[in-house]
């Protein structure tokens, strides 16, 4: 069964400070690896994208890394700011015919406090 | 770039209650769509998706159904509501095999 495990489930911080959020997945063979961001109330917004082939991709502040052998990744946010706090969503694409269904990790919460 | 309309943004319904979400999609034609539910501290559950007008495909048995009359048009529907029916519904969008999928802006939906 295709999985995707975030840690941590929710992550406070202080505005300025850097923090990494990881994803462990086991979907197998897989197309690509994106990340959302999800303010709350509000639908989720791509932040980063990944085929197995790629092991790092920045966007700004964000900066995902990948690596299929240990089917691992990781949004490392960089001087962080109150605009960040969010729901950070790992989603994983199957790499098979038909429909692509991709596999959603439930999120970790990040709060980041002045 | 595709833009996902998604309506209304909030909605409190009584059980028994009929449902009907409605969900429009510009700036590209025949999509992929999807409806997801999310609760209260958890994932995204897929519940349908729709790879053309008139085909959809019901990922977890439910009190739900949808339907996509228009090729940018997908609606998610119920006849009766019942309490576990409340969350938060996404719209999604997907078009061509190398894009992400666009998502609306949610309907928080509470069944009381």
């Known amino acids: 069964k295709n999985q995707v495990e975030q840690s941590p489930q929710s992550l406070i911080i202080l505005e300025g400070k850097n923090c990494t959020l990881q994803c462990n997945y086991t979907v197998s063979p897989f197309s690509n690896l994106r990340w959302y961001k999800q303010d709350t109330g509000r639908g989720p917004v791509s932040l980063t994208i990944m085929t197995f082939s790629e092991n790092t991709k920045s966007n700004g502040r964000y900066t995902a890394t990948l690596d299929a052998d240990t089917k691992q990744s990781s949004l490392h946010i960089t001087a962080s700011q109150l605009s960040d706090s969010a729901s950070y969503i790992c989603v994983v694409r199957p790499q098979r015919g038909g429909s692509y269904i991709p596999t959603f990790g439930r999120g970790t919460s990040l709060i980041v406090h002045p | 770039s595709q833009t996902i309309h998604q309506w209304p943004a909030t909605l409190v319904q009584p059980v028994g209650s009929p449902l009907s979400l409605e969900c429009t999609v510009e700036?590209?034609?025949?999509?992929?769509l999807y409806w997801y539910r999310q609760a209260a501290g958890r994932g995204l559950q897929l519940l349908f998706y729709s790879v053309g007008i008139g085909q959809i495909s019901s990922e977890v048995p439910q009190n739900l159904s949808a339907s996509r009359p228009q090729d940018r048009q997908f609606i998610l529907s119920s006849k009766k509501l019942l309490l576990s029916d409340s969350g938060f519904y996404l719209c999604?969008?997907?078009w061509g095999t190398g894009g992400g999928y666009t998502f609306g802006s949610g309907t928080r939906l509470t069944v009381v």
């Open positions: 700036g590209t034609s025949n999509p992929n």
């Open positions: 999604a969008s997907k």
